[in-house]
Structure formats: C-alpha cells, structure tokens
C-alpha cells in the first residue's frame, strides 16, 4: 500500500515538473491597457443597449408613450397604500373614480367647465 501511494507521488510530482517545464514562467502574452478597458466596457455596453431595447419594447407593448388618445388622466390623488381617487377626462366629459388593487368604481361626473375654471371645491371632513 505504502508502495502504491509513494508510485502516485511520484507520477503526480512527474506530472507537475513537466507542466512547469512546458510553459516557463513569465511567458504569459501581456495584455493592453486598451484591451482591458474594452473588455470591460464592451459587456456593459451590450447590457446597457439590451436594457434600453427592453423598456422601448415594454413601452410600445403596454402604450406607455401614447398621449394622443380620448382618455387623459387629470389628477390623481391617493389616499391609502394601494388607494386612489383619480380624475379621468374623456373629451368634453369628466369622470371621478375610486381605484383599489382589485377594482375601479365610479364616483361621479363632473362638469368639464368647472374644471377649465380652476374651481376648488370645500372640503368635507
């Protein structure tokens, strides 16, 4: 056994002598500043550029950019965690409504011509 183990030592020591005979030390190829600097650049570019692509994707998917549309959010006011009461204007008409994390209720319609005049209304506590 002891004779198995010495033979293995001696094999693994052949081995590593020869490894460090083959590739002398100091041999490595040097590298540039330069090229240093663009391999850690060129990766963060590469995200860079796919988290851009991804948000204008997401935003052309989901309508993010469109203000073109009827529907024009006024005033949003939120009045609890997930809670919020949201002015809504649809042309000449406006609507109030009440947005919860599981739905939307309406609350009423407003006259447009109150809101075009900067009207405030009392508070009722």
Known sequence: MERL????????????????AAAPAGAEEPTSLAREILGLLLPLGLVIVAMVAALWLLSRRRGLTNTSGPLKVEQMIHVGPRERVVLLRAGDEAFVVGVTASEITFLTRMRPSSLDAGQSFPRTE
Do not use: H, T
């Open 5 to 20: 183990i010495a033979i293995a030592l001696r094999c693994g020591l052949a081995v590593a002598l020869g490894l460090a």
